[in-house]
T-cell receptor, first 111, second 113 residues
Framework: EDQVTQSPEALRLQEGESSSLNCSYT??????LFWYRQDPGKGPEFLFT???AGEEKEKERLKATLTKKESFLHITAPKPEDSATYLC????????????FGQGTTLQVKP | SAVISQKPSRDICQRGTSLTIQCQVD?????MFWYRQQPGQSLTLIAT?????????ESGFVIDKFPISRPNLTFSTLTVSNMSPEDSSIYLC??????????FGEGSRLTVL
């Protein structure tokens, strides 16, 4: 059964303090690993797709990386507006079109 | 990316009643997905709605409780039937993108008293 575990559950950073969020996964035939940002009261906003180990994607202060067992979302010099819940999801070959989500990491960046 | 509109955005309902959530997409899509997000939890897939066929439900979700309609390629509804406080959640409609990602609506926040 496909499974996604995210850590930590919550993370508090000072503005400018870089850190990383972890997403560990087990999946039969990875078709894609996805990162989302979710603000309170909103639907998830798509950030990145990673397909194979070694792949990296960047967007502003965020960089996502992928290995065969986990993915990291690196946040460089975060700002208060980066505060949100970050969700990781996987699409496996046994689940057509369906994404399995982790529990998320709630990030708070203080000025 | 697709633009997805959901109605209602939020509602407060009485126990034992039913509520229908509407999802409108600005382009034609084959598959639409309905997810539930319970308070403090992540997203759980309820069912996949294909136009012209019965919805496919995930383990733990049944058609009598969550009937789904998919009359055309841009619209779907999810009904939450005979509601109890345990049904208080955010219900999210989503569609697939070109590279496997999903795009989500803003969600419908349901509170059952």
């Amino acid at each position: 059964e496909d499974q996604v575990t995210q850590s930590p559950e919550a993370l508090r950073l000072q503005e400018g303090e870089s850190s990383s969020l972890n997403c560990s996964y087990t999946v039969s035939g990875l078709r894609g690993l996805f990162w989302y940002r979710q603000d309170p009261g909103k639907g998830p906003e798509f950030l990145f797709t990673l397909y194979s180990a070694g792949e990296e994607k960047e967007k502003e202060r965020l960089k996502a990386t992928l290995t065969k067992k986990e993915s990291f979302l690196h946040i460089t010099a975060p700002k208060p507006e980066d505060s949100a819940t970050y969700l990781c999801a996987v699409h496996g070959s046994s689940n057509t079109g369906k994404l399995i989500f982790g529990q998320g990491t709630t990030l708070q960046v203080k000025p | 990316s697709a633009v997805i509109s959901q109605k209602p955005s939020r509602d407060i309902c009485q126990r034992g009643t039913s509520l229908t959530i509407q999802c409108q997409v600005d382009s034609q899509v084959t598959m639409m997905f309905w997810y539930r997000q319970q308070p403090g939890q992540s997203l759980t897939l309820i069912a996949t709605a294909n136009q012209g066929s019965e919805a496919t439900y995930e383990s733990g979700f049944v058609i009598d409780k969550f009937p789904i309609s998919r009359p055309n390629l841009t619209f779907s509804t999810l009904t939450v039937s005979n509601m109890s406080p345990e049904d208080s959640s955010i219900y999210l409609c989503s569609v697939g993108g070109n590279t496997g990602e999903l795009f989500f609506g803003e969600g419908s926040r349901l509170t059952v008293l």
